[in-house]
C-alpha cells in the first residue's frame, strides 16, 4: 500500500506534514475523504489489500499452484511486483485458470482502492461507473489487447488462432499496463508495433490511488483533456474552458503540478536512457529499462531480457537502476518532499 501510507502513524511523531505527503502519495486529482482521519484512510485501505491478498492466494492453491507458490504469487500479484518462484515465470503452469485468475487481481490492484472500497465495502456500485479514469483506463486496456492480438492473429503466432492470440496478448497488456510485470509468453518475439504498444502503457500505467507504478491514467487523461481545450482556446481566444474531471473543474494549481510531474517524469526517462547508454547498455535496452525501472515494471526488451545478464551490469548500472525504482515507487513529488528541510520542520 505505500511506504508512506504504511509510515502515517509514525510522521507525526516526526514532525512531518502528514496530509502534504498523503497528497504525494496518493497521486490523484483529488482523494475520497471518506473519513477525517487519514489514519483510520489508511486502515481501511490495509484491510481491503489483505482480503484481496487472501482472496488471490485461496484461489491459486485451489487450481495447480501448492500453498507456497500461491502465497508467493498472492502477495507479488496485489502489490503489482511481479516477483515469481519460478524462473519460467507464470508460464511454468501452462494454465489459463492461473492466468485468468492472476489477470483479475492485477485489474483490481491497479484500481483506485478509495474507489474501490465504495463500491465493495459501501454498496455505491454507481460511483464505479461514473469514475472517469476507470473508464479511459479499461477502454486503453481493450484498444491495446486487440492491437497486439491482431498483429500476433496476423503474424501467425499461434496457429491463426484469433482467441489464443487474444488471451496471450491480454495478459500481457494487463501485465504492463498495471506495471506487474508477470509473463506467459516471450514477448521480446513478437513484432516491434507490439513492443511500442508496451512502452506506452509502461508510462501510463493504472490509477491513481492503486498499488501500480508509472505516471498513473489519471494524469494522461487530464493532460489530454487540457491539450484538446488548448487547441479550442486557440480557435476561440476569448473562451473559458475548463478542464474537468468527474464532473469537477480542475484547478489552475492542479493542472501546473500535473504539467510538471509529466515533464519530469520524462527527462528523468530521458536522462536514464543516456546514462545507461553511456554505462554500455544496448540502445534499446536502454530506453525500455529506463522506463521499465521508473515505472516499476520488471519487463524490458532485448537481449539484456532473454539473457537475463542483469549479473553482467556495473555496480554503477545496478545502483541507479535501484535509485530509479526507488523514485519509481514512491512517486516523484514525495521523493523530493522528503528531501526537502521544510517539510520536517515543526
Not at 3 to 27: K, N, R, Y
Not at 166 to 191: C, E, K, M, P
Request: hydrophobic share 50%; proline share 2%.
Amino acid at each position: 500500500m505505500g511506504i508512506i501510507v504504511f509510515s502515517l502513524a509514525l510522521l507525526p511523531l516526526l514532525g512531518g506534514e502528514v496530509g502534504q505527503l498523503f497528497d504525494a502519495e496518493t497521486s490523484g486529482i483529488t482523494h475520497d475523504k471518506f473519513r477525517p482521519r487519514i489514519t483510520q484512510v489508511a486502515k481501511r485501505l490495509w484491510g481491503l489489500y489483505l482480503i484481496f491478498t487472501a482472496m488471490v492466494i485461496l484461489l491459486l492453491w485451489l487450481g495447480p499452484m501448492g500453498l507456497f507458490d500461491a502465497v508467493c504469487h498472492g502477495f507479488s500479484t496485489i502489490s503489482t511486483g511481479g516477483f515469481s518462484t519460478k524462473e519460467e515465470n507464470l508460464a511454468f503452469w501452462h494454465s489459463g485458470y492461473v492466468e485468468l485468475v492472476i489477470a483479475v487481481f492485477m485489474l483490481l490492484s491497479a484500481t483506485n482502492y478509495s474507489l474501490l472500497y465504495f463500491v465493495l465495502l459501501k454498496g455505491k456500485i454507481k460511483q464505479f461507473f461514473k469514475d472517469e479514469e476507470l473508464r479511459w483506463f479499461l477502454i486503453t486496456i481493450v484498444i491495446a489487447t486487440l492491437l497486439v492480438g491482431g498483429r500476433l492473429w496476423y503474424d501467425n503466432f499461434y496457429a491463426s488462432d484469433f482467441l489464443t492470440a487474444l488471451r496471450h496478448s491480454a495478459f500481457q497488456v494487463v501485465s504492463f499496463i498495471t506495471t506487474t510485470g508477470f509473463y506467459t509468453q516471450n514477448f521480446a518475439d513478437w513484432n516491434a508495433s507490439c513492443l511500442i504498444v508496451f512502452l506506452a502503457l509502461m508510462i501510463v500505467c493504472g490509477c491513481a490511488g492503486s498499488t501500480s507504478g508509472g505516471m498513473k491514467m489519471v494524469r494522461a487523461v487530464v493532460l489530454s483533456k487540457n491539450t484538446v481545450n488548448e487547441y479550442e482556446r486557440l480557435v476561440h481566444p476569448r473562451a473559458i474552458i475548463p478542464v474537468r474531471l468527474n464532473g469537477a473543474v480542475v484547478s489552475f494549481g492542479t493542472m501546473q503540478r500535473l504539467s510538471a510531474f509529466a515533464f519530469l517524469y520524462i527527462c528523468i526517462i530521458l536522462i536514464s536512457w543516456g546514462v545507461l547508454t553511456f554505462c554500455g547498455l544496448p540502445f534499446k535496452e536502454s530506453l525500455s529499462t529506463s522506463i521499465s525501472a521508473l515505472s516499476n515494471v520488471g519487463l524490458i526488451f532485448g537481449t539484456l531480457g532473454e539473457n537475463s545478464s542483469w549479473l553482467d551490469l556495473t555496480d554503477f548500472t545496478t545502483g541507479y537502476l535501484a535509485l530509479l525504482m526507488i523514485v519509481g515507487r514512491i512517486e516523484i513529488f514525495t521523493f523530493l518532499i522528503m528531501f526537502s528541510p521544510g517539510f520536517w520542520k515543526h
